[in-house]
């Protein structure tokens, strides 16, 4: 039997004549909705909700709070000795997360967020090479991943070459190309890469101690060749580098030298020497490149890109003598920036603050106190899209007092998210809507000898809808939309995302869209769904992308989620 769908208007003009029928239909049941505002701060922004209570006659007006999922670890996978966690990533706006991992049985492998308990690898490339200083990244939007590495170049095994290796989600277990850097290396600290949010535009960096040139490979998703390929004479190793996420700009320090370029033209629009100024690695673009952020001995700064060039400081921050900036990050927004500080005589004293940008308002000043002699130095920070909430990765100190992975509102001290682990971080990637972090850590401290791990995959509170389940053909995934007790849920489903905002905070597009059967949220304040995915193998490689609406509120869901389809 074939089944049709309405046109997308007709489609869009029943949805809206739902939503408005509930208050209706409830009122000639002699159920009379009664409201209030409620404020609150998701990790997609402040947001206002209208809170209904449904009150029969001659009885008193009873408000239920939103209920929504605790955060927590979703899985894990511990290493059996034979490597070290180091490198991992979250792509596909937050559904998957992509590693590399092994010194000789060298495996890059993809993995789903909506899986619980032990992951199932949907592909795997395996080599057996000796290869050193991995790293990966992937992309937001289009499905794109590299992973780096460095591989021994001649039978003297002094000089490496850098490897860069290209995925997408489909078809996996196999490079869709591969650059080896002409540039010959003996540091396992001088070589990155880049990606940007949305898989257009990877960058290679590799420095040349020959000539104290750090040579910026630039390099689209179809081909190895190269689109662009130039020197930078940075004086030396680069200590920091950031790629805004739009892939038009990106920043680059060593220990004497600032450089911004913009990728497009391969033109150095701002270039500083960084005399008295000691670098520790703290450097962040915003999502477009109009703001950066430096950090250093006693200080950290913001500055904004001038239209005639180069960038003017617009906010300075100052810290005690012997207290550095080691991390820093601005929102894609640029609304938001977080400084992770530590300190030269202090091995315990680490310090995250919080800042907002339009006000130059310190929101928070949290000073993460723990005991011992191992330096518990940040490792990295990430934040969400909209700022609202940033994620840390810490060593830890020697007493466990610390957590090494913590995540904040960006208006609170208070963690919403903390895990104390065994070693320290050495890796952390964030998804842009904040609800989902992945975390590389060691076994042990990261100045103590030892290997082992563990990749580790949270997710992070206040997501409204969440997904369970392996999405392959045929599967049965589950939807949760997290909303108060006997609350009506309508699910909907898209095949695309809309083609441009919309000012209803649908994001799904209307010509592909149709909704699951409605569901009643139970006593736990959940409304469970299920979407039943076709079996058929042409799938693959799609994606299907899922909203929901509070009838009840007649409120989309603060979150959506994309579900890529895979073998």
């Known amino acids: 039997m074939v089944r049709t769908r309405p046109a997308p208007a007709i489609r869009l003009f029943l949805l809206l004549c739902a939503l408005a029928a509930v208050p209706a239909a409830l009122s000639a049941q002699g159920v009379l909705p009664h409201s209030r505002v409620l404020v609150e701060l998701s990790p997609q922004g402040l947001w206002l909700t209208r809170e209904t209570a449904l009150r029969e006659p001659a009885r008193a007006l009873q408000f239920q709070t939103q209920t929504k999922p605790p955060p927590g670890l979703r899985w894990r996978i511990e290493s059996d000795g034979s490597w070290i966690a180091e490198a991992i990533g979250l792509g596909t706006h937050g559904s998957l997360v992509f590693v590399e991992r092994g010194a000789y049985l060298n495996n890059a492998e993809l993995y789903s967020c909506f899986e619980a308990g032990a992951p199932t690898t949907i592909w795997q490339d395996s080599q057996l090479v000796f290869n050193f200083a991995r790293q990966v990244c992937s992309s937001e939007s289009g499905a794109v991943h590299l992973a780096l590495h460095q ?40 070589t990155a890469c880049a990606l940007s949010a949305d898989g257009q535009t990877s960058v290679l960096l590799t420095y040349s101690s020959a000539t104290l040139e750090t040579w910026v490979t630039v390099m689209g998703p179809a081909s190895a060749a190269p689109l662009s390929n130039f020197a930078v004479a940075t004086l030396g190793a680069p200590l920091a580098f950031d790629l805004s996420s739009d892939g038009s700009t990106l ?4 220990n004497l030298r600032l450089v911004v370029l913009d990728i497009a033209a391969g033109a150095v629009i701002h270039d500083s020497l960084l005399l008295n100024t000691p670098q520790f690695g703290a450097l962040a673009l915003s999502g477009d490149g109009s703001l950066l952020a430096t950090g250093t001995l006693g200080r950290f700064a913001l ?19 012997a207290a550095y900036c080691r991390r820093i990050r601005i929102s894609q927004a640029g609304l938001s920036l977080f400084a992770g500080i530590n300190c ?7 310090r995250l603050i919080s ?5 130059r308002q310190v929101l928070f000043d949290r000073t993460l106190g723990g005991s011992g002699t191992d330096l518990n130095l940040f490792a ?19 007493a466990g007092l610390v957590p090494q992975v913590l995540v904040l509102r960006r208006d609170s001290p208070h963690p919403i998210l903390a895990d104390l682990l065994p070693g320290s971080v050495t890796c952390l990637d964030f998804s842009a809507d904040g609800t989902h972090l992945a975390v590389a850590s060691k076994g042990t401290h990261a100045m103590q000898w030892g290997g082992a791990g563990s990749l580790s995959l949270y997710r992070v509170g206040q997501a409204e809808l969440t997904l369970s389940g392996r999405a392959r053909p045929g599967a049965r995934m589950r939807i949760e939309h997290h909303i108060r007790p006997g609350s009506r849920s309508l699910v909907l489903v898209a095949r695309a995302l809309s083609p441009g905002p919309g000012s209803s905070g649908l994001v799904l597009d209307p010509a592909t869209l ?7 949220a139970g006593l736990d304040g959940v409304a469970v769904s299920e979407l039943k995915l076709p079996q058929d193998p042409a799938l693959w490689g799609s994606s299907y992308f899922i909203q929901a609406v509070d009838l009840t509120l007649g409120r989309l869901s603060a979150n959506w989620i994309e579900l890529p389809i895979l073998p």
Do not use: M
């Open 151 to 190: 591989e021994y170049s001649g039978p003297t095994q002094l000089l490496r070459r850098a490897v860069l290796r290209k995925y997408s989600n489909f078809p996996g277990g196999a490079a869709d190309w591969s650059f080896s850097s002409p540039i010959l290396t003996s540091s396992e600290e001088h």
């Open 251 to 254: 920043a680059l320090t060593s």
């Open 303 to 321: 500055w904004r890109r001038a239209s005639s060039g180069g960038y003017n400081e617009i906010y300075g921050h100052s810290l005690p003598p």
């Open 344 to 350: 030269q005589d202090d091995p315990n004293a680490a």
């Open 355 to 359: 800042i907002d940008i339009p006000s």
């Open 380 to 398: 990295q920070l990430e934040c969400s899209r909209d700022g609202a909430l940033v994620a840390a990765g810490l060593w830890g100190d020697s």
């Open 514 to 520: 149709w909704s699951l059967p409605l569901e009643l």
